[in-house]
């Protein structure tokens, strides 16, 4: 990974070098604190940078501290105006990832949220694609369990809680897999290491509820509302059971970091014909132009740098 060249510590943008903690930092020791992930698309027409959706990763930011009993004393659009302030600092003319996080701060001993001071660092850096394969992935469904909500609460980006997405993606990869599907404590399909994930049966599309402990994923939401705006199809939210995934038509993983993911093959089982399926195909091809700012009609998704 390149490394930023500033970030925003202690309240104000920085040199990189100058965003340290100490090593007894709570966070660092007890995996307190949140985390978000957005992107920025560069637009080689208009050469402009823009955020795709920032106020909603921002409100889960702040809905994932509240979890954590963190408050930081800032509002969505303050957090906004500060990733702008960061990323014309750093001037980047390509797609970034931009990782907010908010940590408990104080350094010393004691397992606790109450009472520990919060901060909030903001850095960025270039970014590409994450999945490799992204158009034919084969994926396992992992031996590991996600995180039940009444474990950690799953609906946010608890740093301690990727200490499990870590495990299922290193046992998939090492496995010879490029991701996993995960089950959660009532054996039903949640999602991938840091993805969620749909499927096609019979021309409708399903994907898990935000009570099968999944991430309320902001890549989910808006292909949930590109597929029934756009494609007329019909959504559904329910559980997904282990072995549909075996006998549905299309299957595909949705992310901020990994966008859309087409499956194609399960536990060595082709999905449908074992190849992407024109569903996957025809989301994928929508949520490219949609994020990169070329659909007027989604227009206030797209935040300008
Ligand atoms: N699930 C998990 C566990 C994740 O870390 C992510 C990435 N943030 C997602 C799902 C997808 O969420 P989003 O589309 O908001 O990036």
């Known amino acids: 990974?390149?490394?930023?060249?500033?970030?925003?510590?202690?309240g104000k943008i920085v040199p990189y070098s100058e965003a340290r903690v100490g090593v007894a930092t709570h966070a660092l020791n007890y995996g307190t604190a949140v985390f978000g992930g957005l992107r920025g698309y560069w637009n080689e027409e208009r050469g402009k940078l823009y955020l795709f959706r920032p106020y909603d990763h921002y409100r889960r930011l702040l809905h994932s501290a509240r979890m954590m009993c963190m408050d930081i004393g800032r509002s969505e659009e303050d957090l906004i105006q500060i990733t702008i302030d960061l990323l014309r600092v750093e001037g980047y003319q390509t797609d970034v990832y931009v990782r907010p996080l908010i940590y408990k701060a104080e350094e010393g001993i004691g397992v606790r949220l109450h009472g520990i001071k919060d901060d909030l660092t903001i850095f960025a850096v270039p970014f590409g694609s994450y999945v490799k394969n992204d158009t034919n992935a084969h994926v396992t469904i992992s031996s590991w369990r996600r995180v039940d909500d009444n474990v950690i609460p799953a609906r946010g980006k608890v740093s301690g809680a990727y200490a499990n997405s870590a495990l299922i993606k290193t046992d998939a990869v090492r496995a010879g897999f490029d991701e996993a599907l995960v089950l959660d404590q009532n054996g039903h399909i949640?999602?991938?290491?840091?993805?969620?994930?749909?499927?096609?049966?019979?021309?409708?599309?399903?994907?898990?509820?935000?009570?099968?402990?999944?991430?309320?994923?902001?890549?989910?939401?808006?292909?949930?509302?590109?597929?029934?705006?756009?494609?007329?199809?019909?959504?559904?939210?329910?559980?997904?059971?282990?072995?549909?995934v075996f006998i549905c038509d299309e299957l595909f993983m949705t992310g901020t970091a990994a966008q859309i993911v087409a499956v194609t093959r399960v536990d060595h089982r082709p999905v449908g014909d074992g190849v992407m399926g024109p569903i996957t195909t025809r989301l994928r091809e929508l949520f490219g132009e949609v994020v990169r700012a070329r659909n007027p009609k989604y227009a206030d998704w797209n935040v300008e740098v």
Do not use: C
């Open 1 to 10: 990974m390149d490394l930023p060249k500033h970030a925003y510590f202690r």
């Open 190 to 244: 949640s999602e991938g290491s840091a993805m969620n994930v749909f499927m096609v049966r019979d021309g409708v599309l399903i994907t898990p509820p935000v009570t099968d402990n999944i991430l309320e994923g902001i890549t989910r939401r808006s292909v949930i509302e590109l597929a029934r705006r756009e494609l007329g199809l019909e959504v559904v939210e329910r559980s997904i059971d282990r072995t549909e």
